[in-house]
C-alpha cells in the first residue's frame, strides 16, 4: 500500500534555531501534500497546502514566514520552522494526495514529528 | 466552507461488543467523500473506511461499517466485535472533489477505549 514516511519522527531544538521536516512518498507521486498541527488529543489543524513546483497555500492566521514549505518534487515535500519558540512545540503531520487516484482513496499520512523547542 | 462535527469526545466499549461513533456535516457540495480516520497510540493516522456521496449503499470493511444518510447530513461509524486493538481516536472527514478539491476538513475526534 502507499506510504509516506515523515523525518524526523520527533525533534529537540533550542529556541531560536530552525528545524526542517521532510515528508516522502515511497511508492506514488503526490502533486499535492498537506501540513497538519496536531495538540494532544485535538483534532488536525491544517497549516498549508503544498503543491509540487508551486507556492504553497497557507491557511488563515499561519505564518508562511514562519513556516516555509517547499515541494520540489512529486515525493518530497519539507516544512521549515524557523527561529523557532517553546509556542512552536507540537505535533507535526503531513499527508500526501496519490497524482494517480486524486486522495479517493483517502490520503496517506506520514508518522509525524513531534517537535520540542526549549 | 465545510464543517464536520463529532458530538462524542469519548466513548467506551467492551471488547467484543458493537459500539457506534457519531458524525455530522455541513455543506452545500453535492460531489464530495467521507472518510473515517483512526489515530491510535502511536499517533499515525490510517485509514478506516470512505464513502461516496454519490452511492446510496453504505460502505462495509470487515468489522467496520457506516450510515451514511446524505439528506441528513449525518455519517456514523459503525464498530463490531470490537478489539483492544480498535482503542484509539477516529477522525470523521469530509473531502470535496472537483473543482478546488483535495483539503480534508477533520471532526474534532472521539476517543475511543475498548476495555477487556
Known amino acids: 500500500g502507499a506510504v509516506v514516511s515523515q523525518h524526523p519522527s520527533w525533534v529537540i531544538c533550542k529556541s531560536g534555531t530552525s528545524v526542517k521536516i521532510e515528508c516522502r512518498s515511497l511508492?506514488?507521486?503526490?502533486?499535492?501534500m498537506f501540513w497538519y498541527r496536531q495538540f494532544p488529543k485535538q483534532s488536525l489543524m491544517l497549516m498549508a497546502t503544498s503543491n509540487e513546483g508551486s507556492k504553497a497555500t497557507y491557511e488563515q492566521g499561519v505564518e508562511k514566514d514562519k513556516f516555509l514549505i517547499n515541494h520540489a518534487s512529486l515525493t518530497l515535500s519539507t516544512l521549515t520552522v524557523t527561529s523557532a519558540h517553546p509556542e512552536d512545540s507540537s505535533f507535526y503531520i503531513c499527508s500526501a494526495r496519490d497524482m494517480v487516484t486524486g486522495g479517493l482513496n483517502g490520503y496517506t499520512f506520514g508518522s509525524g514529528t513531534r517537535l520540542t523547542v526549549v | 466552507a465545510q464543517t464536520v462535527t463529532q458530538s462524542q469526545p469519548e466513548m467506551s466499549v467492551q471488547e467484543a461488543e458493537t459500539v457506534t461513533l457519531s458524525c455530522t456535516y455541513d455543506?452545500?457540495?453535492?460531489?464530495?467523500?467521507l472518510f473515517w480516520y483512526k489515530q491510535p497510540p502511536s499517533r499515525q493516522m490510517i485509514l478506516v473506511i470512505r464513502?461516496?456521496?454519490?452511492?446510496?449503499q453504505n460502505a462495509t470493511e470487515n468489522r467496520f461499517s457506516v450510515n451514511f444518510q446524505k439528506a441528513a447530513k449525518s455519517f456514523s461509524l459503525k464498530i463490531s466485535d470490537s478489539q483492544l486493538g480498535d482503542t484509539a481516536m477516529y477522525f470523521c472527514?469530509?473531502?470535496?472533489?472537483?473543482?478546488?478539491?483535495?483539503?480534508?476538513?477533520f471532526g474534532d475526534g472521539t476517543t475511543l477505549t475498548v476495555k477487556p
Open positions: 455543506t452545500s457540495e453535492s460531489n464530495y467523500y
Open positions: 472527514a469530509f473531502m470535496k472533489i472537483g473543482t478546488n478539491a483535495g483539503k480534508s476538513t
Open positions: 511508492d506514488f507521486q503526490a502533486t499535492t
Open positions: 464513502q461516496e456521496a454519490y452511492k446510496q
